[in-house]
């Protein structure tokens, strides 16, 4: 009987061992795909809300493609940026749900509140559908472990400040960290399209999350399909930290901030535009968000500036406002202008998302997806080809003070509404001043009261105007009105010019008055006439009562000679 017995197990060792070298390790889990009935409602999901941008197909060759930057995610090709798993991993299926319910900040990926957990599982499922790494058993996803990190201080922020230097980071990034650094108009993706460093003074604008935790994870995993590397071998998690540090310290955690009012301070001196930037210590910061020009021909439909910074302040004859934004470089060399055309082709493109030659968003810097890119981490800066077009800001204001609520069509006025156009070309010195009637009506209304000064560095325009509270062209300012006001700004390295801008809607410019009145005096002033009406009323009453009061009491008699006393 043993004997028997052991030659059965003989025989199913060798089984065993067959089946294993046919067919490989038996692996514990298999890729998680979901199931038929997953995949299918999610891809009724995928049709209706996905296909637009990323194609039926899944390539990135969707209809609305070619107007987006940067471009949609072409799911064939497995790389995704914002991942839990090694450098060159899909990722994992939470991976997946997350993005999709989160969305990609200051993209055109919104995020998908509305949908349920289920559909938004669905989903993710079916993306998996695209490539065949999802279903690969050998490419199985396995999330990395991230540990917890120290407590950040300064001493982790200054050594994160300096592995930024040392590792590189400050070639893509900028010197500050605002997206300027002499790789950063040459970066493409792997499928040859341009892209832009993050901007790491602007947190709230990071694709994969502005937490702490979050960008230790891009340090750690890096970004698929974009020359941004994972610096899990060449830092330890110490220093991946410290980096970390080093970016919250750049813009803080506490948002964008945004306003919707520009507070003009009052100044002593005569403003002086040799002093730049310092006449304006004590005027208050009003960031405004920029936005795409999406409605007139010409349309810009993701602008590189997300945001401008405004201040201003005045004196007893001039108002004068300080404009900021940030720009991976200074563009002076072309021209620019409110009324130059863009061409319908521009805007329009071949199915599939190919686009006209020369009709980059990043001019002729673009690489070709057969060529090579050029190398971010290389020593010498790449050459960037001159842009075509300059860098340009304008203010608008509404050319009369508005009567009641109606204000000018924002892009650039209307035939009822005019606007006062305050254009300055950066590749000039001076701005100049232009009466707009909406986009296609837009001529020069330059009277020589408009002066100004812009500057370049490290990354930031700032252009300051300067124009008189009282001028012979535009609606005048005085303390204590509100007045309507706009901002455009043009990249000429986009190829931005007219009609092809990021702007801001109308907000409000406050101008405060010099000397603003006490509340203390009137209140002590009404408080003493009303208790001087008090002790009137209260003496008038209690008079009237004593005086009644005497009528009502009988007479006294009075002793004397002649009268007996009681």
């Not at 400040?161 to 400050?170: D, F, I, N, P, R």
């Not at 300055?424 to 707009?436: K, R």
Request: glycine letters at 10%; hydrophobic letters at 35%.
């Amino acid at each position: 009987m043993i004997p028997r017995l052991l030659s059965l197990g003989a025989v199913a060792v060798l089984l065993a061992s067959w089946w294993v070298g046919t067919t490989g390790p038996v692996r514990a889990q298999g890729p998680d795909v979901g199931t038929e009935a997953q995949r299918e409602s999610g891809k009724n999901l995928y049709l209706k809300y996905c296909s637009q941008c990323h194609g039926d197909k899944g390539d990135a060759a969707g209809y609305a493609t070619p107007h987006l930057m940067p471009r949609p995610r072409d799911f064939t090709t497995g790389k995704f940026k914002v991942r839990t798993t090694p450098s060159g991993a899909v990722p994992s299926h939470q991976d997946l749900v997350n993005i999709i319910r989160l969305g990609m900040p200051y993209t055109s990926m919104p995020a998908w509140p509305t949908l349920s957990d289920q559909e938004v599982s669905d989903l993710a499922y079916f993306l998996t559908t695209f490539s065949a790494d999802f279903s690969n058993p050998e490419t199985v996803p396995k999330p990395m472990e991230f540990p917890s990190g120290p407590s950040s201080t300064n001493e982790s922020v200054e050594l994160g400040k300096k592995l930024y230097a040392e590792t590189g980071c400050l070639k893509c990034h900028g010197d500050l960290g605002r997206a300027d650094g002499p790789s950063a108009p040459t970066l493409t993706d792997d499928l040859g399209q341009p892209i832009r460093a993050a901007n790491l003074t602007q947190s709230w604008t990071f694709r994969g999350g502005s937490s702490r935790e979050d960008i230790f994870r891009t340090m750690t995993t890096g970004m698929n399909g974009t020359p941004m590397p994972s610096f899990t071998d060449s830092l330890s998690t110490e220093q991946r930290w410290a980096i970390s540090d080093y970016i919250v310290s750049l813009s803080g955690a506490n948002g964008p901030g945004y306003t919707n009012l520009v507070v003009a301070k009052p100044v002593e001196e005569q403003i002086d535009l040799a002093k730049g930037a310092a006449s304006f210590a004590s005027a208050p910061v009003a960031r405004l968000p920029i936005l795409g020009q999406i409605t007139e021909p010409g349309r810009s439909f993701h602008p590189p500036a997300t945001s401008v910074t405004v201040q201003a302040i005045y004196d007893n004859e001039s108002i004068a406002l300080l404009v900021r934004w940030h720009d991976m470089g200074s563009d002076k060399g072309g021209k620019n202008g409110p009324t130059l055309a863009v061409p319908p082709e521009e805007e329009e493109s071949a199915p599939g998302g190919a686009k006209p030659a020369g009709d980059s968003p990043f001019g002729d810097a673009a690489v070709a997806a057969d060529q090579p890119a050029a190398d971010p981490f290389a020593d010498a800066a790449p050459a960037v080809p001159a842009s075509e077009f300059s860098d340009a800001v304008s203010v608008q204001i509404p050319t009369l003070p508005p009567a009641g609520a109606r204000k000018p069509y924002f892009i650039f006025g209307d035939p009822q509404n005019s606007v006062d156009l305050w254009f300055f070309d950066l590749a000039h010195s001076e701005p100049v001043q232009f009466l707009g009637r909406g986009s296609a009506d837009v001529a020069p209304n330059d009277v020589g009261e408009l002066t100004g000064v812009a500057s370049y560095d490290k990354g930031e325009w700032s252009a300051i105007f300067k124009r008189p509270l009282r001028a012979a062209s535009g609606a005048p300012f005085a303390p204590g009105q509100f007045m309507p006001i706009a901002f455009s700004v043009w990249d000429g390295f986009s190829r931005e010019r007219g009609n092809r801008r990021g702007l801001t809607v109308w907000h409000s410019l406050y101008v405060e008055p010099e000397v603003v009145a006490s509340a203390v005096g009137p209140m002590i002033r009404t408080a003493l006439v009303i208790l001087a009406v008090e002790l009137i009323v209260i003496g008038w009453v209690r008079s009237r009562y004593s005086a009644r009061a005497r009528k009502e009491l009988p007479p006294t008699p009075r002793s004397g000679f002649g009268e007996v006393s009681p």
